[in-house]
């Protein structure tokens, strides 16, 4: 078995406790790994870093290619550039790849959802440029390039072969943003066409395809949106599957990958115990399965499953009164 070197930020709040559950996970499960451990977010400037995303632990990412990250705080309005941001400029992690389905003991409205959600990473409204025209009145630039929207486009129809999918659905609001959601549009169908005829694919204008969602989640198999949409579209399908604490994520480019668990540090149970690891180990399911161990992610997988169908360790958030630590040695028991 190859040793991996990955990256692991702890992150804020819970961070550590969470993503500490996940690498006990791993490791029982048998993965050789040298843990780079780094800061980032509030916790590198209580450390006395001068930015929360240090230089270091930047270059470490780069030169190792692959890191799990807990979450970290960013501010509302105010403050730091958020560390999310940053990390997926820098090194270019322009596809934001969230899966969701249900999971057994976990009762929700919705049974049998599995979709995956494509996002692109790096433009859109998010690429921050914003300017106060006059005081009072401010703008923010929408931006989309043929390069971006191909890049994720090809990246969508390519990841959704190797996942045996069988339909792509592109949410888009090109009927009032015609020239940037219209390229958006424009670039997948070309890859659609030229490259991948055999994947289905359709367009749904997005205030009409989260109708379609809330009605019947079974019907959307794979998701490719601009920035704006997938951030908002994927918590809210998170919220079918039993909400952000149950669900994974992960941010790739062609020279890195980061996964993370996509909730909030919650500092108000930080340090208590109490804490849901669960998003952070699916986020290292999908961090294995990234650098091709993918007899340890299967074995996590169905350890997990297993706790959550007996539904003797769920946390708070699941409806149970189980600690972090409990959940976690209860999926490292189920290990097999």
């Given at each position: 078995m190859a040793k991996h070197t990955i990256v692991v930020i702890p992150g804020d709040g819970i961070g550590p406790e969470v993503i500490g559950a996940a690498r006990r996970v791993m490791e029982a499960a048998g993965l050789s790994v040298d843990w780079v451990e780094l800061p980032a977010?509030?916790?590198?400037?209580?450390?006395g870093f001068e930015n929360v995303l240090p230089a270091?632990?930047?270059?470490?990412?780069?030169a190792h290619k692959v890191a799990i990250k807990g979450p970290v705080t960013t501010p509302v309005g105010k403050g730091f550039?958020?560390?999310?941001?940053?990390l997926r400029k820098k090194l270019n992690l322009y596809a934001a790849v969230r899966p969701v389905r249900s999971l057994p003991g976990v009762k929700t409205l919705y049974d049998n959802v599995n979709m995956i959600i494509i996002r692109e990473n790096t433009e859109g409204l998010y690429s921050g440029i914003e300017n106060e025209?006059?005081?009072g009145v401010v703008t923010s630039l929408k931006v989309a390039t043929e390069l971006a929207c191909t890049r994720i486009a090809r990246f969508a129809f390519r990841y959704a072969t190797k996942q045996h999918r069988k339909k792509i659905t592109v949410f888009h609001k090109a009927n009032i943003m015609k020239m940037t959601d219209g390229l958006f549009l424009n670039c997948a169908r070309r890859i659609y066409e030229d490259e991948y005829p055999n994947i289905e694919y359709e367009e749904t204008i997005i205030d009409a395809g989260c109708m379609k969602i809330v009605q019947d989640p079974t019907r959307i198999d794979v998701l490719?949106?601009?920035?704006?949409?997938?951030?908002?579209v994927s918590d809210l399908c998170a919220g079918l599957v039993g909400g952000l604490g149950v669900v994974p994520g992960s941010n790739i480019g062609d020279e890195a990958a980061v996964f993370e668990a996509v909730h909030g540090?919650?500092?108000?149970?930080?340090?208590?115990?109490?804490?849901?690891?669960?998003a952070c180990i699916m986020s290292g399911v999908m961090?294995?399965?990234?650098?091709?161990?993918?007899?340890?992610a299967q074995r996590?997988?169905?350890?997990?499953?297993?706790?959550?169908?007996?539904?003797?360790?769920?946390?708070?958030?699941l409806g149970g009164n189980a600690g972090t630590n409990q959940f976690t040695d209860a999926v490292i028991a189920r290990l097999k």
């Open positions: 977010g509030a916790t590198a400037i209580e450390q270091r632990t930047l270059a470490a990412i780069t550039t958020s560390v999310n941001v940053q025209v006059i005081p490719l949106m601009e920035n704006l949409y997938g951030d908002v540090s919650a500092p108000d149970i930080a340090g208590k115990g109490v804490a849901n690891p669960l961090m294995l399965r990234h650098i091709h161990e993918d007899a340890i996590i997988e169905k350890a997990y499953d297993e706790v959550l169908a007996e539904g003797k360790n769920l946390t708070r958030d």
